[in-house]
């Protein structure tokens, strides 16, 4: 079984690149470096293709999985930044990001929320998603 390494850290080359690709989208400038554009088609399909289906999931300790999904709200933000332009390579990407059958999801979906405490009940309306019920068979 391959090793394999995506730089999540905190400032890691994933971060450093995705903040670049943000502010140079943003400005209209990343459809005129070609090494933005392929950071888009290789390095982002790539990382995120890992980072967010790789059985190697359950192994990695919980600060990895926090950094994880710091990226992946820049690359929500990135793929808003790009929205207008249609750019199916972020579009897929989105689309697994957002999946919540990807290995990451399911394995942090068990999680306790951060922001709602245990037992508090919402409205419907501010109801984005609801855990699985840990009594139910997967």
């Known amino acids: 079984r391959p090793r394999w390494v995506v ?3 905190p400032k890691g ?5 995705l903040e670049a690709a943000i502010d140079l989208s943003k400005k209209g400038l990343d459809v005129k470096s070609e090494a933005c554009q392929r950071f888009f088609r290789d390095g982002l399909t790539i990382s995120f293709t890992k980072i967010l289906t790789d059985e190697a999931v359950s192994g990695w300790k ?16 990135l793929c808003v930044a790009k929205l207008s332009q249609d750019w199916f390579p972020l579009l897929e990407l989105l689309a697994m990001a957002l999946n919540p059958h990807c290995k990451f999801h399911l394995y942090n979906g ?3 929320s951060e922001t709602v405490p245990a037992g508090v009940q919402l409205p419907e309306d501010e109801l984005y998603a609801r855990p699985p019920d840990p009594r139910s068979p997967k």
């Open 7 to 9: 730089p999540v850290l």
């Open 62 to 77: 919980f600060e990895i999985h926090r950094c994880i999904i710091n990226n992946t709200h820049r690359l929500v933000e």
């Open 110 to 112: 068990t999680r306790p």
């Open 13 to 17: 080359e994933l971060e450093v690149l």
